[in-house]
């Protein structure tokens, strides 16, 4: 019964992971934008939403109803101003200048926020839990898990039936035919960036509730979210969503076995999921 809780638990938190990777799935393997600042929009969201908090004295429920527009806003922005200059065949340009903008983004949030730690309460909803098979299953969690499951869901939805999915997919495989054909990539490439960052302020308010963040705190979301995108095959959203729920898994089983081998686990199914199908579990050659 031990580790089939470990295996649950992990279950639960590569659900976290899924919903940072699936915005970097449609960036990274859709568009094939590099965004080195991932990570850094999650903590800044969750800065913002924390302070918003604070200050209103709103619960969850309402951060994430103002967070969803305002990483939606700056999604849009980030695209328009920065990285339509950078996008193109090469995906060296468009590192560089996210490289450029995380550094700016950790300053700015060092700056403002200091380097404490902080998180979001959330009232019992933290501590209550359910009794599954057995297992006790804390309430917060299942609810991340639950939202993975619709965003993900959603967002496959909108790329395989809709006509911005269709226009968005023409676009990341030929943007010379694409815009021939009357689609408007830098529009298209904005609204898809805007739909990223707008999912990032979801995972940001269930990051805060879950457990803390600082500035300093973007670096570990960003390796968790890229490696969750390698292991299940850049281009699929669904792909990202089991690629972080295999990395959640990978890190809560190794911490049983010993608590300083988590994180040093998931790195190396990382790598074995490299080594073994570069492609990724759920995407072919």
């Keep these: 019964m031990k580790w089939v809780d470990a295996v649950v638990q992990g279950l639960l938190l590569g659900s976290l992971y899924a919903q940072y ?3 970097m799935s449609l960036m990274f393997g859709v568009m094939r934008i590099v965004n080195i600042a991932h990570g850094d929009l999650v903590v800044l969201l969750a800065l913002i939403g924390i302070s918003i908090a604070a200050v209103l004295g709103l619960g969850p429920g309402f951060i ?3 967070l ?8 849009w922005i980030l695209q328009r101003g920065i990285l339509n200059w950078a996008v193109g065949e090469d995906p060296l340009p468009s ?9 700016a983004l950790q300053n700015f949030m060092l700056t403002v926020w200091q380097a404490d730690t902080r998180s979001l309460d959330a009232g019992a909803l933290t501590t209550r839990s359910v009794e599954l098979m057995g297992i006790h299953v804390g309430v917060l969690p299942l609810l991340i898990a639950v939202v993975a499951v619709v965003l993900t869901w959603s967002l496959h939805m909108a790329l395989k039936t809709t006509k911005f999915g269709r226009a968005l997919r023409a676009a990341a495989a030929d943007s010379v035919a694409a815009t021939i054909s009357g689609v408007n990539t830098k529009a298209i490439y904005a609204q898809a960036t805007a739909i990223a960052v707008a999912v990032l302020g979801i995972a940001a308010v269930f990051q805060a509730t879950r457990t803390t963040v600082s500035p300093s705190d973007g670096g570990a979301q960003l390796i968790y979210a890229f490696e969750a995108v390698i ?7 669904w792909g990202a969503f089991v690629g972080g729920l295999i990395l959640g898994v990978a890190q ?14 998931g790195h190396l ?7 073994w199908r570069p492609q990724g579990l759920l995407s072919r050659r």
């Design 21 to 23: 990777a699936i915005g």
């Design 64 to 66: 994430v109803l103002l």
């Design 68 to 75: 969803v527009p305002i990483g939606a806003a700056v999604g």
């Design 95 to 103: 590192l560089i200048a996210t490289f450029g903008l995380s550094l």
């Design 231 to 237: 292991i299940g095959g850049m281009g699929s959203i």
């Design 252 to 265: 809560v089983v190794g911490s049983r076995i010993d608590p300083g081998w988590g994180i040093l686990i």
């Design 269 to 275: 199914v990382f790598l074995l999921v490299l080594a």
